[in-house]
């Protein structure tokens, strides 16, 4: 319409695109505001490294649901995907025990087979989204019922717990610490930096907002899009691995409900962060502060005595809700 | 149907001294413009001229920043979000707005249900439907659903609709510019009867042939400006061009070169099958542009398609340069040096909701790496020779392609296409539904190309461009080539009667 090309941005326009951005940003200050003035012991380094430290399996799983949902799928299965994984690892190790004994390389063997058993598992739900052409929904859906079934069965009902003396040399990979920084600090952090570049600065990243922006547009300009979504859903897989990984050596155990409702967590935090729902869109850092903000939000609720901190995921569930509404009127009113 | 109606005639529907701006940008100057009873009023010019955007303010889904609406004799202000309809007046949208999986039926009575006691009146709705069809001559089973219908019958559906709610101002957004040319001769009879009933048709067109055809008065607007309101009769083709683009368009289509006849054949097609279509033989040359000419689901697109391997092809073979190939997926073809443009704007070829440089390196990401990184300076480079030779139009690098113009956003997608350097271009409908200056500038980018060795098969509904562009025309009909014309046999005649079965090969 204006005859000019590429004359200067209207400034204006940059600057509220930009507040629009922070949002995520803003709440978490506000949260911590709020948090100060309700507990003397909220701004501590301590309390503050154990938030994010906890904040850290949701978070991983939550930047593989990032990746999912920027290409317009869905994932639902992480919750039960890890309680599985978690399950299986403990049984792998308890059984290596007595011919490995309780050193590293029992654990390293139950890692590596968890992690690989969780690509597996998000790589059979993205065969199942391509090549099937089924709903991921549905796919998603039926396999948080089938995960969910499984642990409860390796469990027979009750409690995988790990074997005593393994657990022992397990555990620092949760407690420990690097310059005394926690290291599920370290892996949350890591696996958000290689996240963050590989959406914004490789071919991947750029495919996955392509597809999910307009898949026909993706396939018409040359993007292998079934092959890009079934990655998608395997790194999905291989991080709530991960997370389970880190999960096992807190709690030493894993049962029918472990991991409940990691979904509706994984899932709230990406939408807070910014990453439409639609697809087309995302930023892992928006996905790790809406983590921590999850995260601060059960944590006030247990530092005061006015509301139950049984309602923590009632909060969850209406941030989501409120998160895409902002996200709309946001839409409409450009 | 050219002759004017009587000044006598009061109008139904006028805007005066209408202004519009959009944040601190604006699009319409001052517009005066009325609509009387009976009467076809054309708005003309070219994309961004502010037609949309008068017409959204004529039916009430955008405000004016200054001016007054006057209808019936009376000031109004009229209700947003499509509320005028009550009113009686109806924009009929270029995409047309039909939930795909309700019946026929349910669309004409969308909102409007005929209820007692709390239930549908089913029959009774069924036999309206069928009555309204029947006056307004469509034959469309009111029982079938949307998407089952013709894009032509879907829009007759939603003439329908509006003449159902009693629509006595109807404005319609390009319709024709997905019709073939029956269809639009059966729109042309709607229309018509609709003014006898006294019904006023707002018709916005690029089109000038049809304009001539069907309208009484024409308003040509050009950059938000009233150029004039004049007579159709007195309109030529010549002085509605020239009052769109402010300039003389003599030389609309470039002179042809006609390559070589020992220039190399690049590809060559055999007995090519695949969904829709049969037996398709055709070569092309270096240098040459192959024009393919036929009616809108001839199957001229799905020819494109299983050549590029965006469909399965069920026989037949494809040779590049003497080499055969099978390409499974557009990268392939891509790396075998062919490339399609796909007719579909919006909906195949650019991510509306991105910024123009990830949508031009979009086909060519692998380009623009440095390690496994995405090189943004290498990027932006690549979007400042797009812009320069393909004189695209942006605000900024990071306006949303959707926000483009139609000519902009279709010279960004040739702009993404040359970026892969194919040597064969296969370009679907390269000029559909933008302005007069812009489709100038597209065919003398293609007849360019050509020149400088490019072979390029032209698909057009639009015989006017197969006809300046085109070296050879493939005619096609019902999913086969029935014509093949050269030199001076391609004429609009000559094409019409092989796409209408009545001449060539396989006329059944």
Redesign the interface.
Known sequence: ??????????RARRTRIRFGALGPLVALALLMILGAILNDHFLTLSNLANIVARASFIGIIAIGATFVITTGGIDLSVGSMAAFIAGVIIIIINSLVPSMGTGWSVILVGIVAGLAIGAAGGAANGVLVTAGRIEPFIVTLGALGIFRALITFLANGGTLNLNFQASDTYSPLYSGNVLGIPLPIIIFAVVAIIAE?ALR???FG??I??IG??E?????????VDRVRLMTYALQGFLVALAAVLYVPKFGSANSSTAVLWELQAIAAVIIGGTTLRG??GRIWGTVVGVIILELIGNILNLQSFISPYLNQAFQGAIIIIAVLLQRSRKTTN | MSETIGTAVPSILSANRISKSFGDIPVLFSIDFDVRRGEVHAIIGENGAGKSTLMKILSGFEQPTSGTITYDGKQVTLPPNGEAEALGIVLIHQELNLAEHLKVVDSIFLGREIERFGFMESRLMRQKAQALLDTLHVNVDPTARIDTLSVADKQMVEIAKAISRDARVLIMDEPTAVLSLAETTTLFEQIRRLTARGVAIVFISHKLDEVMKIANRVTVLRDGQLIATVDAAVLTPDSAAQMMVGRELSNLYPPKHEPDVDAPKVLSVRNLEAPGIEDISFELRKGEILGFAGLIGSGRTAVAEAVVGLTHRTGGEVEVNGRPVHFANVAQSLAGGLAYMTKDRKGKGLLVNMGLTPNLTLLTLDQHLRGVFIDTVSETKALDRAVRRFDIRARDATVRVGQLSGGNQQKLMLGKTMESEPAIIIMDEPTRGIDVGTKQQIYHIIAALAAEGKSIILISSELQEVIGLSHRVIVMRLGRIVGELEGDQITEEQIVRHQMGIEGKAAA
């Open positions: 319409m204006t005859p000019t090309t590429e004359a200067a941005a209207p570049v600065r490789t071919t750029r495919h907002a392509a922006s307009n026909q547009v993706a396939r018409y300009s040359a993007i292998k087309g869109f």
